[in-house]
């Protein structure tokens, strides 16, 4: 498209919409342009940076966060498509001190090392739990490859999550 | 309380801020008033800039500036002056110096705007035009072209040859010759580079970088933009991976440094993920391996010479070949090593530099050389096992290589393998079982850390170093916890600032010797102050004993023939009315006896492969890692480090490759979809063993680095057991379905 083009389209557009997003539990309300990705909208207008951007396409799991309960990639999704919805990130996992059972897990199975792709690892495995598909390690392994780990901890992920989906603790909510 | 930690698994005490989202990285500060740039990167990969036209991203509202050659400020002028503490010979690149382009991706122009997405747009908008010249990006064309890199810091160039290496091969009973080809690989950290530089005001700068080295990042910033030590403040705490692309400054660092000083502003840079395949990448290198062998196995002539890319204006330089002549007893060597240069940005150190590429070549030749000889690959290794380096007739500091080979073999079941290749199958799938060696090098260099012990008894370290997931946090925190006998808890070990006390670069799984001797030497020097003070407590049970005498556990200093008898470091420090206690120390290696050893770690990688023989598709089923590297601090993070290591070498073998299209010069596959890493469906059963070993020449504490050594030799393996499995030989990396097909 040309940039006139571009630009004639781009002016019948609101260059800004309110839309509220209840995160971690809290409403907030937010006036964004209509090309703000939800993980932009969440790490520089809300300040929520626990959430990581790895690629901004899609391809590596990093900007996981639950949507009303699903998990998926905030980098593939406007911000403006979730108006209304209930969004948990990583910094709203724990509660007050007490970490989440994945977060615990991870931590005691030296599941991460840089910590990058971390949050999304967990959001995923809180999602992957509470659909309760996964029933063997290979399952596991697969529904997780979404999520790409560069330090290579995979084999230790596996065993957090395993850990936590052994404990019986079905639900673990978000 | 016991306060022992050293070689406990502790887990990382920055764990907690990380799986809760709390760990800031680099990118991730936001500060108020603060500018995004975006980079406008070179399509092309040689030429000149004929115009750059910024008018229509300049009339956007809310557009700050765009940054071009034509507008940059001067910096310094004298081209040496960029180089940095980790540099190749050579000129480094910096961005917008004038109207050249040397490489595909260089940044041509910084558009910086109020906000991210403007700023993005925006740079679609600067239409550059360019005067295109003829590149050369294939190393394969450049053969007539080789030449002997000039020398870089700390990379031995080869040793001259030993004996009479072309007549012992020409002689040899048993002859083996091949080709490995290695392609380009990119580091790909999760977190890509970003730099938040943030205006003070008073034009003192506090950076917030991801890098491996804040000092390294800090004095290029001085040196390049002329300030002075104490105005630029460089801080990376959290680093979201690097594996050796942190080493040096990349350019988002000068790019937002500029910004931020011509705008008087606080500037945000992050480059996306197809910028981080414009950085610096592991080396294409083609190798040649000749080895001769007596019947029995014995080698009597071995030849590894290797070809690999530099750029145009530096010698990048890594070792290889070296190795070769070293692990094994061979009295007729040649190592070669050269290079050729490609229109490319500079290659990097990326995690084993060269002995990754190196161990791939020699291993997998070694295993090629078993079945002429009709022997095991274990007992030719045996064969040849080297009790000396014959490199540098140097006895090893230490070298457990032989109990790798055997604790590996026996908890791998190596012993339960047919050697006929396509003799094992599981069903439908081949099985495939190979073995391999790694081996890196025991680096110490010199290091500083402080130590202040406050009269509440909380103890904090810091040195000027790196956490890049390695672990430096944990270890630091362990080894002066332990030599103060303070509970964990109580001691906090600081990192990643340029204020801190002096460090090197982290990498070459040198920094737990390096840093972890200074935080040793610092925190027994508190000791010593508070053997003093405890000595003078009135009454005190230690009063006419010496520091050898007393124990520090659970936050008391103990008589050792007595351990009922003590005074708290509590009541020391009050009764000396001490508020606190500090202590910096510098430490040195004891170059003067280390040089005398040759200092390496050694490991033995067991890997079983499936592979389907209608598709080709390839499973790494087991991979038993069994490694000497001296002591283990922690073993929970140390097996992370190898475990990490070997998906690096299962990547490695399978999967891979930065592809260049020819004839643009530039990476196509420069995405997570396209470039493929391991994910954790290719990853099953990893079984690092830690083989005992002892060392008391490496340094103090007897670290030998963990960081590196796991990805050494297990491409080999998983190459060696595709062998094995299909008896199809694949020399060029990665072995994709195709290959086998």
């Not at chain 2, 809760?20 to 990167?41: D, H, I, R």
């Not at chain 2, 080493?247 to 992050?270: C, N």
Request: aromatic share 6%.
């Amino acid at each position: 498209m040309k940039t006139q083009e571009l630009e004639r389209v781009s002016a019948s557009l609101p260059s800004r919409s309110l839309i509220t997003l209840t995160i971690n539990g809290a409403e907030r309300q937010l006036e964004i342009a209509p090309w703000t990705t939800l993980l932009d909208a969440l790490r520089e207008y809300v300040g929520l940076t626990g959430t990581k951007k790895g690629c901004d396409h899609g391809q590596c799991g990093a900007c996981t966060v639950l949507v009303d309960g699903k998990s998926i990639n905030s980098c593939l999704t406007l911000a403006i498509m979730k108006d209304g919805a209930d969004i948990t990130t990583i910094e709203g996992l724990a509660r007050g001190n007490a970490l989440h059972p994945l977060q615990q897990a991870f931590i005691e199975h030296d599941a991460l090392q840089c910590g990058y792709c971390t949050p999304g690892q967990i959001c995923s495995a809180v999602a992957l739990i509470n659909e309760g598909r996964a029933k063997t390690e290979n399952d596991i392994r697969e529904l997780m490859s979404g999520n790409i780990c560069r330090c290579g901890a995979y084999p230790n992920i596996l065993a957090a999550i395993q850990q936590v989906m052994q404990a019986g603790e079905r639900n673990v909510k978000p | 309380m016991t306060t022992s930690y050293i070689g406990q698994p502790l887990s990382r005490v920055d764990g907690r801020a990380k799986v809760t989202g709390q760990a800031k990285y680099a990118g991730e500060y936001n500060v108020p008033n603060l500018a995004y740039g975006f980079v406008v990167s070179s399509p092309i990969a040689k030429g000149r800039i004929k115009k750059i036209d910024a008018s229509e991203a300049l009339s956007l509202e809310g557009v700050v500036q765009v940054f071009t050659h034509e507008n940059a400020p001067r910096t310094v002028w004298l081209d040496r002056s960029y180089r940095d503490e980790v540099a190749a010979t050579g000129f480094p690149f910096y961005p917008l110096k004038d109207d050249e382009v040397i490489f595909s991706g260089q940044p041509v122009a910084l558009v910086v705007a109020g906000n991210f997405e403007l700023a993005r747009y925006a740079a679609s908008l600067v239409h550059v035009e360019y005067k295109p010249e003829r590149h050369a990006t294939d190393l394969n064309e450049k053969r007539d072209q080789a030449y002997k890199p000039q020398t870089r810091e700390h990379i031995e160039p080869p040793p001259k040859p030993r004996g009479n290496p072309d007549e012992a091969f020409a002689n040899a009973a048993v002859q083996l010759e091949a080709e490995y080809s290695l392609p380009i690989e990119h580091h790909n950290p999760m977190e890509p580079f970003a730099t938040t530089v943030v205006w003070e005001g008073d034009g003192k700068l506090t950076v917030y970088e991801k890098t491996q080295g804040p000092q390294n990042n800090q004095q290029y910033i001085c040196k390049v933009f002329g300030l002075s030590d104490d105005g630029v403040r460089l801080l990376s705490p959290y680093v979201g991976g690097a594996f050796g692309s942190g080493l040096r400054p990349q350019y988002q660092l000068f790019l937002a440094v500029m910004a931020a000083r011509e705008l008087k502003r606080s500037v945000r840079v992050s480059l996306t993920r197809q910028q981080m395949f414009t950085l610096g990448h592991r080396p294409q290198t083609l190798q040649r391996v000749a080895l001769g062998a007596a019947t029995d196995g014995s080698l009597e002539a071995l030849i590894h010479e290797a070809f690999a890319e530099t750029s145009q204006f530096e010698d990048y330089t890594e070792n290889v070949v070296n190795w070769s002549g070293e692990l094994y007893r061979c009295e007729n060597v040649k190592l070669g090593y050269t290079v050729a240069q490609l229109d490319l940005n500079t290659p990097c150190d990326m995690r084993a530099p060269g002995a990754a590429w190196g161990l791939f070549a020699l291993e997998s030749a070694m295993d090629e050389l078993s079945y002429k000889l009709g022997m095991d690959p274990l007992e030719l290794r045996l064969r040849n096992y080297a009790d000396k380096d014959l490199n540098n007739d140097k006895p090893f500091s230490s070298k457990e290589l032989r109990e790798c080979y055997r604790q590996g073999a026996e908890r791998f079941g190596w012993a339960r393998r047919t050697p006929e290749p396509r003799s094992m199958r599981d069903g439908e799938s081949l099985i495939g079982w190979g073995l391999a060696t790694g081996v890196w090098e025991a680096m110490q260099l010199t290091a500083s850390a402080k130590a202040v012990l406050t009269a509440d008894g909380k103890l904090t370290v810091s040195s000027a170093t790196a956490d890049i997931g390695t672990g430096t946090y944990t270890i630091m925190t362990q080894i002066a916890a332990e030599t103060l006998g303070l509970p964990i808890e109580e001691v906090t070990f600081k990192l990643g600032d340029s204020t801190l006390p002096k460090a090197p670069v982290e990498g070459g799984s040198f920094t737990a010797a390096t840093v972890g001797s200074a935080v040793r030497a610092v925190c027994e020097g508190v000791r010593e102050k508070l053997f003093t003070l405890a000595r003078n407590v009135k009454n005190s049970p230690i009063a006419g004993v010496k520091l050898e005498d007393v124990t520090f556990a659970g936050g008391y200093l103990r008589l050792h023939s007595d351990p009922s008898r003590g005074v708290s470091i509590r009541d020391a420090m009050r009764h000396g009315e001490v508020g606190s206690i500090e202590e910096e120390k510098s430490v040195l290696p004891n170059m003067l006896e280390q040089s005398r050893y040759t200092r390496h770690s050694h490991s033995a990688v067991f890997a079983e492969v499936k592979v389907d023989e209608d598709l080709g598709t390839i499973e790494v089923a087991r991979v038993v890692s069994a490694v000497a590297c001296g002591r283990i601090l922690n073993p929970k993070t140390a097996r992370s480090q190898i475990m990490g290591g070997i998906v690096w070498g299962i990547g490695m073998a399978l999967e891979e490759v930065s592809v260049i299209d020819q004839k643009f010069g530039r990476f196509m596959n420069h995405n997570l979809a396209e470039y493929h890493v391991p994910v954790n469906a290719d990853v099953h059963d990893i079984d690092v063993i830690f083989v005992e070993e002892h060392d008391s020449i490496v340094n103090p504490l007897g670290v030998k680095g963990v960081g590196e050594l796991g990805i050494v030799g297990t491409a080999a393996a998983i190459a060696n057991a595709v062998f094995h499995a299909t008896a199809k030989r694949i020399r060029g990396l990665p072995i994709t379905l195709d290959k086998l097909i």
